[in-house]
C-alpha cells in the first residue's frame, strides 16, 4: 500500500519560523523508524512491543549542526481530515485524525498524532486542513526514561470496525483494528538514519 508523499515537514518549518534553508534533514536513530525493536532513549535495550511509527526529534541544520525539536514545536496536520479522538499517552495526549482519500486517492489513513500538548478546540469531530496546527509538542521533562521531546506519528488503514470512542494506544497495536502504514515513505523531505 503506497501513501502520497506529504508536506508535513514543509508545513513544520513554516510554522515555527525555521529557515527553510537552514533544515537540511531529518536525522532518525535507528529506535525512531516504524516496526524498530528497539528503544532510543533510556538503556537503548528492547521495546516492548515494536515501534508503531516514527518519532521526529533531531534535524541537522546547513552548517552539519544537530538541532532538536523542543515542547514548544508546533505539529501541522499532514492534510483534510476530521479529528476522531483525543487521549492521553505515556508523554501528553494524542489526537487521532482520520484523513480520507490518502492512499493515492483512494481509501482512508488514520493518523495518530501522539505526544503533544493539543489546542483546546482539537476535540473529536472537529474538522482540520492541511497545515491546521493541532498544538505543541509535549514536554517531557518530568519523564523518569529521560526521553527527549518529540512527536510520535502513526500511519494507519483503519477497519471498518473501528470504534474511535475506544481509542487507546493498544487500539494501534491491533492489526484487526488498524493494518500500520511506514510513515517514512511520506516525508517529502530528506533524512538520514544514524543520528
Known sequence: MRLEKNRFTEMLIEANGIDAGDFLCWLFHPGMLFASPDKWWG??????????GIDFCLYRNASGHRCRLDQQTRIPVIGHG??????????????VVE??????????????????RPR????????????????????????????????????????????????????????????LLDPLGTIAWPWQVGA
Do not use: C
Open 99 to 116: 484523513h480520507r482519500n490518502a492512499l493515492n486517492g483512494h481509501g482512508t489513513v488514520v493518523a495518530i498524532y501522539a505526544h503533544t
Open 43 to 52: 538503556d537503548f535495550g528492547r521495546r516492548d512491543f515494536p515501534h508503531e
Open 120 to 179: 483546546n478546540d482539537m476535540q473529536p469531530g472537529v474538522t482540520v486542513k492541511d497545515g491546521d496546527i493541532l498544538g505543541t509538542i509535549a514536554d517531557t521533562s518530568r519523564s523518569r526514561a529521560g526521553i527527549h521531546p518529540h512527536l510520535h506519528l502513526t500511519l494507519g488503514q483503519p477497519s471498518p470496525d473501528l470504534a474511535y470512542e475506544r481509542f487507546t494506544w493498544n487500539t494501534m497495536r491491533d492489526p484487526g483494528l488498524v493494518a
Open 82 to 95: 476530521v479529528v476522531r479522538a483525543v487521549f492521553a499517552d505515556y508523554l501528553g495526549k494524542a489526537v
